[in-house]
């Protein structure tokens, strides 16, 4: 079936460093979205990507699809402390979406 | 945003009882609603898939008998754990979905930390 892999695990970065986190799928996706996770709180959801090659901005987030579209990646720039969290991507395939594990981020200030 | 509410956020129960969580999209029609578990620090596990006014359909390995699922409404899916035994105890997250311009995204409930004592 469907796998999407995530990484890396875990991030932890000093406070305005970049940080980039990775998703493969194992199969051609027909969308894919990324979610982020507060510390306590629950996964809130960030962008949907679905052309191939297709990048998007959110302010210091940047957000690409790859022309296979089979990967995926979120990179933050200069992180801050409020980028603290756990990034998940979620890929769609024929009929289902699958969760990655999630890369754990944390920013040392 | 589109808002879930998802209640109760946190339950403590005996072994062998049974728990309902209630999940309600506040602001618009779900069509399509899913239950996660979520272990400490780690991804999503998807259990199943509801449609309104459909059965559930469940992810391999996940009991249907036992998290018994219910989306009677387009606003309230609900899940019950079955006589609840102390390895049942995880976060469980609802989320919901629309259709329309918006189909496909998931917007989660806040969780329900279930204890099995």
């Known amino acids: 079936g469907q796998q999407v892999m995530q990484i890396p695990q875990y991030q932890h970065v000093q406070e305005g460093e970049d940080f980039t986190t990775y998703c493969n799928s194992s199969t051609t996706l027909s969308n894919i979205q990324w979610y982020k996770q507060r510390p306590g709180g629950h996964p809130v959801f960030l962008i949907q990507l679905v052309k191939s090659g297709e990048v998007k901005k959110q302010k210091r987030l940047t957000f690409q699809f790859g022309e296979a579209k089979k990967n995926s990646s979120l990179h933050i720039t200069a992180t801050q402390t409020t980028d603290v969290g756990t990034y998940f991507c979620?890929?769609?395939?024929?009929?289902?979406?699958?969760f990655g594990a999630g890369t754990r981020l944390t920013v040392k200030p | 945003g589109a808002v879930v509410s998802q209640h109760p956020s946190r339950v403590i129960c005996k072994s062998g009882t049974s728990v309902k969580i209630e999940c309600r999209s506040l602001d618009f029609q779900a069509t399509t609603m899913f239950w996660y578990r979520q272990f400490p620090k780690k991804s999503l596990m998807l259990m199943a898939t509801s449609n309104e006014g459909s059965k559930a359909t469940y992810e391999q390995g996940v009991e249907k008998d036992k998290f018994l699922i219910n989306h009677a409404s387009l606003t309230l899916s609900t899940l019950t754990v079955t006589s609840a035994h102390p390895e049942d105890s995880s976060f469980y997250i609802c989320?919901?979905?629309?259709?329309?311009?918006?189909?496909?995204?998931?917007?989660f409930g806040a969780g329900t930390r279930l204890s099995v004592l």
């Open positions: 989320s919901a979905s629309t259709s329309g311009l918006a189909k496909n995204i998931q917007y």
């Open positions: 979620a890929g769609r395939g024929n009929n289902d979406m699958r």
